[in-house]
């Protein structure tokens, strides 16, 4: 059968080395996997007490497109109580993960042939989506130059080369470079943006895992922007696919209509657990200090081996290393490192297709023992 054009998007390197690292695992070896942003730990106890409270109750269907009314009022409170800001529930909007809220933002917002900025290194389901739907990736190099960020004067330099941009997406903490963009570098963005008729999503998914660098939401600093948020990292829901949007009031009705045609809803099951999670901080917390742990440990082990930590670690749960010292294909090196010692790994390339060939990224989001035996295995390889 003849497939689409637009479905031709590289791999997501990541998920294949993923799926390899538990054929592997399922085959009986001592399989390490530093290669996905997945927390070592369950959902918190309050959301698994309410999803076995709503399969006892049984009655698990559709919701509102828009998500539960007091899921929603939760999220706005958490925005009260953490940012001090005061979101309307109205311009909230529940959605199947992240991964639907990009799907949804990028749909309404722009069309066919636009232009959208991204750092580079940066998440590769950007650059993935945004291609499958026909829109064109801008990709601007974050270095130690610009503070591992995207700022004014590289927009406008990016525009000068390819012409007008009609959004522009950041993380913060980034993906896979770690990087925390602080409050007046998250300002200067938002007010070109807004100043250059710039669509401005900023993806949020990493909050409340920041270790060094001020932690703001762009809510704080204008309401003409698309936040993006999960329950999957901070929260530990990955596989319960639950993430959430605010948006300007504009923007509500027709992330609504596709959200109707596209997905219908999240998960009820995910979302009543999601509720119960959002009360679940001193929990939380406990965690993120685990990771800090580790961050701490890879900082200080990975340049012992000899990779050169390439980006700051200042927030969420990744390792961004040059390893060039040992190898010119990241991937090469990913694989063999599975196939000889069991750790798994996701080669650069996933992040950057330019410079790629010679980092990696070391997610540390796993249990500690696991980044002591993992370091130590292939600090032996590499003697």
């Not at 919701?63 to 539960?68: C, D, P, R, S």
């Not at 679940?280 to 082990?301: I, K």
């Amino acid at each position: 059968m003849k497939v689409s054009r637009r479905s031709a998007v590289e791999p997501f390197h990541a998920m294949d080395v993923l799926a390899e690292a538990t054929r592997r695992r399922s085959a009986g070896n001592p399989v390490i996997s530093m290669a996905v942003g997945q927390p070592a730990y369950p959902a918190p106890a309050a959301a698994l007490s309410a999803a076995r409270q709503a399969l006892e109750d049984g009655r698990i269907g559709y919701t509102e497109a828009l998500g539960l009314n007091d899921l929603r009022r939760g999220i706005a409170a958490h925005y009260r109580a953490r940012h001090g800001v005061d979101v309307d529930p109205a311009r909230i909007a529940v959605t199947t993960g992240s991964s639907a809220g990009f799907n949804l933002a990028f749909l309404t917002l722009f069309d066919v042939g636009d232009r959208v900025a991204i750092a580079r290194p940066g998440y590769p389901a950007y650059r993935n989506i945004l291609a499958a739907l026909g829109i064109e990736t801008i990709e601007i190099e974050v270095s130690a130059e610009n503070g591992f960020t995207m700022t004014p004067e590289s927009l406008e330099a990016a525009q000068s080369v390819f012409g007008k941009l009609s959004g522009v997406l950041l993380a913060s903490p980034a993906n896979p470079t770690g990087t925390v963009t602080d409050r007046a570098h998250l300002k200067a963005l938002a007010d070109y943006c807004s100043a250059s008729d710039i669509a401005f999503i900023s993806d949020e998914i990493y909050h409340g895992l920041t270790f060094s660098g001020e932690e703001t939401t762009a809510l704080e600093l204008t309401s003409d922007v698309v936040v993006i948020n999960s329950f999957s990292k901070y929260y530990c829901m990955t596989g319960w696919r639950i993430g959430w949007m605010v948006l300007p009031k504009d923007v509500v009705r027709p992330i609504e209509r596709l959200s109707q045609s596209l997905y219908i809803s999240a998960p009820e099951i995910s979302q009543l657990a999601a509720l119960a999670a959002l009360g679940a901080h001193e929990e939380l917390d406990v965690h993120r200090e685990a990771y800090r742990r580790n961050r701490d440990l890879l900082a200080a082990r990975l340049p012992e081996i000899g990779f050169t930590i390439a980006s700051p670690m200042d927030g969420a749960f990744y390792a961004y290393v040059d390893v060039g010292r040992f190898t010119n294909d990241s991937m090469a090196f990913a694989r063999r490192m599975l196939a000889e010692i069991d750790v798994a790994a996701t080669p650069g390339h996933d992040f950057d297709p330019i410079g790629g060939h010679r980092t990696m990224r070391f997610s540390f989001a796993g249990a500690y023992e696991q980044m002591v035996e993992a370091t130590d295995r292939i600090a032996a390889w590499l003697k």
